[in-house]
């Protein structure tokens, strides 16, 4: 059976975890500290701050940017529970915004038209790896003071161009925070973890403190004052806490093999890209089936692929999504589906009272939405086997 991801480990990520087993570290050591200095440089940004989710990573982006009730954070409706989620953690209201039909990504003009004077944040989210809009969605954030955070956990090591450069999601100023998963499926992986990268030194500094209950150890930020305060007493094991934090901390054992992974992302980048070609050749001629399609602010060779999702017409073709996805799985296929707009849910129909329409280019896309196995690891023989599944299923179809 072809998965519709999987993870790429080599003896080389087992061998580094195992080294950190027999170190003297197994959490918050030299190795977390390692992964966000390489990780920060490989995507340009000045601060990385390497905690144990990319969910972690967003609620701490919501946090740092200090949302909270009375606050409304739009999001793209086409996206993992986890990017409209970190709103509500905070007490503020995700909101959604329309996509953009042909690139499934968070639409400026919708954005614009979604605005409320209560908007204080946009997670701008990179949808199967292509970045979205981030500069035509920042103009429209920003003119209105509203914070920037790019939910690039589909797309790391993807560019858009600025004055005609490639600039890594993380790597440019049109982003305040942005936020990276490490999660089995993704693009490489820590085993469960995430990063939060910004450019502010003042974001970064609360993001570290956060992620470990919200305390620092700084003499310099001591509040607590010799003559006010009996618990104050400078030694070396004194430490304050300043904000409600958590125990987003990653381990060293993770960090290990992030930063093995990390030395072969563009590899893994490259392979996909490959697949993601080969797809697109052997369906241009199928009139069922509708290949993603890239943005102009993007060059194909600058994306980093996670999900090779298709529209395919179910109509035209005479079988429903359930039974296309049946006979795939009995050709050896697996196949998902990205996403079912997260307004939706039971849980945000319920609290924010959302009702379908809300958003219906999301909602036609999703109803047409396949993803087709896209991993690094698929031989050719792997992407042959697909490609021959969809192609059996598009000629069994009545004409
Ligand atoms: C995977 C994902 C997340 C959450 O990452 P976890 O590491 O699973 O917590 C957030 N946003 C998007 C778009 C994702 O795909």
């Known amino acids: 059976m072809i998965p519709y991801g ?3 480990i080599e003896q080389s990520d087992i061998d580094a975890v195992v080294a950190s087993l027999k170190s003297d570290w197994l959490t918050s050591g030299p190795r977390v500290d390692e992964f966000e ?3 920060a440089e490989f995507v340009g940004a000045r601060h990385a701050v390497a905690v144990n989710s990319g969910t972690a990573a967003l609620h701490l982006a919501t946090l740092v940017a200090e949302l909270g009730p009375g606050d409304r954070l739009i999001t793209s409706p086409i996206t993992f529970l986890a990017s409209a989620n970190c709103a509500a953690y905070v007490g503020a209201t995700p909101d959604f ?8 990504n968070l639409c400026p003009q919708a954005l614009e038209a979604a605005w409320q004077p209560d908007t204080k944040a946009v997670v701008a989210v990179d949808f199967a790896g292509q970045p979205c809009d981030i500069q035509g969605i920042a103009a429209v954030a920003k003119r209105r003071g509203a914070i920037v955070i790019q939910d690039a956990c589909h797309g790391v090591g993807s560019a858009v161009l600025k004055n005609g450069h490639p600039v890594r999601s993380g790597g440019h100023e049109w982003a305040d925070i942005t936020t990276f998963s490490f999660h089995p499926v993704k693009t490489m992986t820590t085993g469960e973890g995430g990063m939060l990268v910004t450019d502010n030194d003042e974001l970064a500094k609360k993001a570290y403190a956060l992620r470990s209950h919200g305390i620092t150890r700084e003499s310099s930020e001591f509040a607590g004052m010799e003559h006010l305060d009996a618990a104050f007493e400078p030694g070396p094991w004194y430490y304050e806490m300043h ?5 987003y901390r990653i381990t060293d054992l993770q960090c290990a093999l992030g930063i093995s992974q990390l030395s072969r992302l563009p590899q893994f980048i490259k ?4 697949i993601v070609a ?4 052997a369906f241009h001629d199928l009139e069922f089936i509708h290949p993603p399609a890239v943005s102009s602010h993007v060059e194909p060779g600058m994306i980093s692929w996670h999900l090779y999702s298709v529209e395919v017409d179910f109509d035209l073709l005479g079988i429903s999504r359930t039974e296309f996805m049946t006979q795939m799985r009995e050709m050896g296929v697996g196949t998902q589906v990205h996403y079912i707009p997260i307004y939706l849910q039971p849980y945000y129909r319920k609290k924010y009272g959302y009702l379908p329409g809300k958003c219906p280019q999301a909602e036609d896309y999703y109803s047409r939405a396949l993803s087709l196995p896209l991993y690094a690891g698929m031989t050719d023989s792997d992407v042959q086997t697909v490609i021959q599944a969809v192609r059996d299923l598009c000629q069994r179809a009545p004409s």
């Open 97 to 104: 915004a329309d996509i953009d039909r042909a690139t499934r």
């Open 243 to 247: 904000q409600l934090g958590f125990n």
């Open 6 to 8: 999987r993870q790429q």
């Open 271 to 274: 392979r996909r890209q490959e």
């Open 37 to 39: 200095k390489q990780f």
């Open 278 to 281: 080969a797809y697109n050749d």
